[in-house]
């Protein structure tokens, strides 16, 4: 059914057709709306759900861990400082195995206090194990929402699905919301293997020595080994019923069958805006490659190097910052290209953090400056004041 | 009158709690009054130990371990899975130290208190995080050396008074125990898990290592505890009707400080003002029950 | 059980959680102090000179095993329904309940054990035959002999008892009241002595109708004729008094004396109140004159109160001075005010006349009951103070020398002997003789064994322990109040005797104290502490923070998993009774 929706409530719309059962959440802005409608959905009847009202995210992340734990489709929702303060339970959930998974709505850290785009909160989780899927636009959410599900339940890890502040949390655009009924055989129940039961009686998370503990951690990288193996078959799962594809990384040439002497990559609601500035460069007879990247973990290096391999340059759009050295996806791309002998240069861009406007003018300034004799640099600043 | 527990045993052997441990004892006894309908959530305490690496347990309940500050809030997690899943027989019991309940662990406890989750939370209070070797916290008694406090400087402020903060919560039901009175005890498990809502139950528990005492006394000075006024057994139903349990002989507290390790650096001026402190609390105690 | 084997990276699960209890983990190497069990001596029976295992006794009453209760006492006595009522009881004395609340009623409770047997006839177990070949001659069948013979018989020696009146149990059959020791309950427990194989004659006077020829063909023979003669009062007109003991023993063959009006009698001893209460029975007016004060006199407290209820009164402070008949057919009896000379905390102050005038009273009979002695014809009577010589604390043999050195060796028990003349003291003394005589029959050196068999450090000895029997590993250490966990223990009340009216008492010679019932004793055995007796109350189990003491299915027994235990020693500590021990590990 195409509906005009909210990036938040497409969210809420799509946790409901993934029949979550436990929803833990704690109101920032700009992540409110999904838990507002969540919590309407569930009072209304229409899913059929727990929801927790938390004290903290510390406890939001807490709680799903524990409904997981005992088996439970679960879903929670932050942002920033929300995400922050669950950093610790978001090592639990990865550790523990858990599919849970998380709309992570991306804004910036104070101070001074922002609640505008930057996705430097998400970035800075990097490394707690959890996959993490960047979405551009509303559609995009609902779909990724679901996709995040099935794969999290195959590799038993949990999936943060990351939607810019307001850009795309607070915009209304049609969209298409699946049926139950298609969302049920795409995404089955979820058959958790060991659960809490008092049938059963097992202790979980326990102590793990030196003598085990690395295993543990291996076996986390062999799930996000999976999860990329496993994305391309069922991403075409999703598209076979659903008619929509989204790869990690979706490659859109200026003019098809020809290469640009650039590639832009973007990732988020940044490369809605790429779209249209590039399709009026080229239109302009300056082409110019887009490539969309959707993924931060699993990193999908293989994908990054083929596509990305062939060209002269690479720009890439950071609306986040790792201080003292520069953009985060930015760094990914170069240390996956680093092993081609025949890489690309690289243009390292950090716009618009904490909200600033990331304009067709701010993308044709990044294209400028990634095209002429300038050698790259190590950050390149695009939109920034004198 | 021997002492009339039920006979189930859902701790094994071979556990790794130190000689004569008093959550050991603790945990042996709230087991007893559970029965098998159990869900435990561990955060990080001593008992994180206790019950044994991977691939090992020592509890033949379900237990998830957790991080340190999450024992209300994951209960509450696996109590909404287990609702949604139609069960909602089985207990959810947090299992928690002090540090974990009186500190840390008291935001995510608070929060599982208001909303009136469906849980039992147990905090075995050895009065200091023993974890990560004896450092103070909030349940650390007036004028005990921990590692934190030291002998020099030993902690000055009182034990916070958990007990009336879980009563302000106005849970249905509240109450102290200990390993010393091990009938009370699971009369209050059973009694606890009766009840729908949130439960709290505050065990006061011997830990020799941290206290400086013979393992063999450890049951001993818990009864102590209860016998000088300084921790009585009560219970508060709905945040109002106080009950005492115990009636204290009413011992001075000298017996039960001397005794200590941690407290030998105390002055008998130190033991008049704390003397003097134990007997308000009691008064007070008494005084709430009378209301009831 | 042992620890799960994980080699590879596959076998292990994603990630940590269980595949197996701790149990593999033997934390008993952790241990350095091991606790055990040890049952310990009890106060109670440590001061029982009879050495009844009296905590063990009360334990199996309180469980109701009142059968086992029997046997468990005729192990060490075979006259609980006697000492159940004439007993001095110094147990009570001892109790640790006594620092508690009250002691328990040890005394009526062996008595209720007693009347239990009897009437349902309970048997002790058959006697085994007399096939040492050895036979030894007993003379006197009062407790001390009857006590002496039975366990002589019981280890196998042939045993005749001699005694010159008609039937068994000397001053408990002649002397003492009827109302205090009814014949009955006697007879019963003389007749399951000789029952148990013990030959007896009756009417052999020692001296007259028996002699030294006789006895010498015997392998060895005790004397234990107890003292019957009076001591004499040393005053004037002293033959116009009667022999208390000869009155009571009157009234015992059922020839009471005819009395009436104002009788004296002199004296503060036991015998003193029976003759004085056996006096108010008849008729008489009895009132008991005592050169010391109340709190003095030898008699038990409990008979003294009695003997109050009932009506006596004594008057102390007073010593005959004289008797004189008079011409009304009664007595003048003047007596001296006496004063109390020094008081050094000793057993019995001094007294000396005060000064002050005598007294007279006008009386109709004067009856004396100020100790007796030897009976004239008594080998001990003759025999100069070295004549024989002490070979245990209540027991003496008679020096082989001279005429002596020819004959079996002659052993003197009872009150021959003993300082302190009770009845339970004169079990003991038969106790001592017959370990001493089988051992002596057996050509055995008893040395060491006497302190293995003794129970505590007050002298009284255990047969059980001179078999080895189960109670024989009792640790020496007596459990003292400080040694009990009494936190575990309720105050409960003394239950107290029942007994019958004062009308009845001071018109008959019915018991005057009833036995109590079932319930009641069942309730006053259970506030026995069983001190140093483990009688699992699983204080030990359930405290145990191992999981490591384990019960048989019957929970009968209490076994301490080694493998397990950290040995913390709490159980030890939360032993309400101090039936544990906590020793150092061996290495
Ligand atoms: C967030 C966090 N901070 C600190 C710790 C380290 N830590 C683990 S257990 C513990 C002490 C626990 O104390 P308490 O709750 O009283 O239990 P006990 O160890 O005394 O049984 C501490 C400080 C931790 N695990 N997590
Ligand atoms: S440190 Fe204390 S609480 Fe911890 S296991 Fe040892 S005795 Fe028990
Ligand atoms: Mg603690």
Known sequence: ?386 | MPIDLPPSERMTSGHLACPGCGAAIAMRFVLKGLGDRVVMVIPACCWSIIAGPFPYTALKVPVLHTAFETGGAVASGIRAALDVKGDHETQVVTWAGDGGTFDIGLQSLSGAAERGEDILYVCYDNEAYMNTGVQGSGATPEGAWTTTTPTGSPKATRKKDIMQIMAAHAIPYAATASIAYPEDLVRKVQKAASIRGTKFLHIFATCPTGWKVPSEVSVGLARLAVQTRIFPLYEVEDGERYTINVEPKGYLVDAYFKAQGRFKHLTAEDLERIQERVDHGWSRLEALARIA | MSPVTLRTSRDLPPTSRSLDTMEWNHTGSWRFLRPRYQDKVAPCAEACPAGEDIARVQMLLAQGAFDRAWLRIREENPFPGVCGRVCSHPCEAACNRGEFDAPVSINSLERFVADHARRQGLAPPPAEPADSGRHVAVVGAGPAGLTAAHFLRRAGHDVTVFDAREEPGGLLRYAIPAYRMPAEPLAWETGLVMSGGVRFQPGRRLGEDLGWDELSRFDAVLVAVGHWAPAPLGVDGEDLAVDGLALLEDVRRGRPPEVGGRVAVIGGGNTAVDVARTLLRLGAEPVVYYRRRLRDMPALPGEVAELREEGIEIQTLLAPARIAARDDGGLDLALTPMAVLDEDGGQRPRVVPSGHPEIAVAVSAVVTAIGARPSPGTPAAGLDPDGSEAVALHLRRIRPRGEWAERPPVFLAGDLVNQNRTVVAAIASGKEAAVVIDAALRDRALGDAWSAIRVGRKGAVSLNRLAGGDRAFRLDHVVRYDDLNTIYFQYLERKKRPRITLDERRTGFDEVHLRISASLALSEAERCFHCGQCDHCDNCYLFCPEVSVRRDPRAETRQIDYDYCKGCGVCVVECPRSAMVLEEEPR
């Open chain 1, 1 to 386: 059914m195409r509906r005009v929706v909210e990036g938040s409530h497409a969210v809420s719309h799509a946790v409901d057709l993934a029949r979550v059962r436990v929803i833990s959440a704690y109101p920032i802005t700009p992540q409110t709306h999904i838990v507002e409608r969540l919590a309407e959905l569930v009072a209304d009847g229409v899913l059929d759900a727990r929801f927790i009202r938390v004290e903290s995210e510390h406890s939001a992340m807490a709680a799903v861990i524990g409904a997981a734990s005992a088996g439970v489709r679960s879903f929670t929702a932050s942002s920033s400082h929300g995400l922050a303060l669950m950093h610790e339970m978001l090592h639990w959930a990865a550790g523990a195995r858990l599919p849970i998974v998380m709309a992570e709505v991306n804004r910036a850290m104070g101070p001074g206090w922002n609640i505008w785009a930057d996705q430097t909160d998400s970035l800075s989780q990097r490394d707690t194990g959890w996959l993490q899927f960047y979405c551009e636009d509303v559609q995009d959410v609902i779909d990724t929402i679901l996709i995040a599900y099935r794969v999290a339940e195959r590799v038993s890890l949990p999936v943060m699905v990351v939607l810019d502040a307001f850009f795309l949390s607070h915009t209304y655009e049609p969209a298409d919301l699946p049926e139950h009924a298609d969302v049920d055989e795409f995404l089955p129940p979820w058959e958790p293997v060991e659960v809490l039961d008092p049938a059963e009686p097992r202790a979980f998370n326990q102590l793990a020595s030196p003598e085990f503990y690395m295993e543990f951690r291996h076996k986390m990288q062999q799930a996000m080994d999976e999860a990329l193996a496993a994305y391309p078959e069922i991403d075409r799962a999703f598209a076979a019923r659903f008619g929509r594809t989204h790869p990690l990384v979706e490659h859109i040439p200026a003019e098809d069958g020809a290469r640009a002497p650039l590639a832009l990559v973007t990732t988020g609601t940044i490369t809605s805006t790429a779209r249209a500035a590039l399709a009026e460069l080229r239109d302009r007879g300056t082409p110019v490659d887009l490539v969309k990247l959707r993924a931060l973990r699993p990193f999908p290096q293989d994908e990054i190097r083929r596509v990305l391999g062939p060209y002269g340059r690479v720009a890439v759009i950071d609306r986040n910052l790792s201080f003292g050295y520069g953009g985060i996806f930015a760094q990914e791309i170069r240390a996956a290209l680093s092993s081609l002998a025949d890489r690309p240069v690289v243009y390292p861009f950090v716009a618009g953090l904490g909200g600033r406007d990331v304009t067709p003018d701010t993308v044709r300034a990044v294209v400028d400056r990634a095209l002429d004799d300038e050698p790259p640099g190590d950050i390149l600043w695009a939109g920034l004041k004198e």
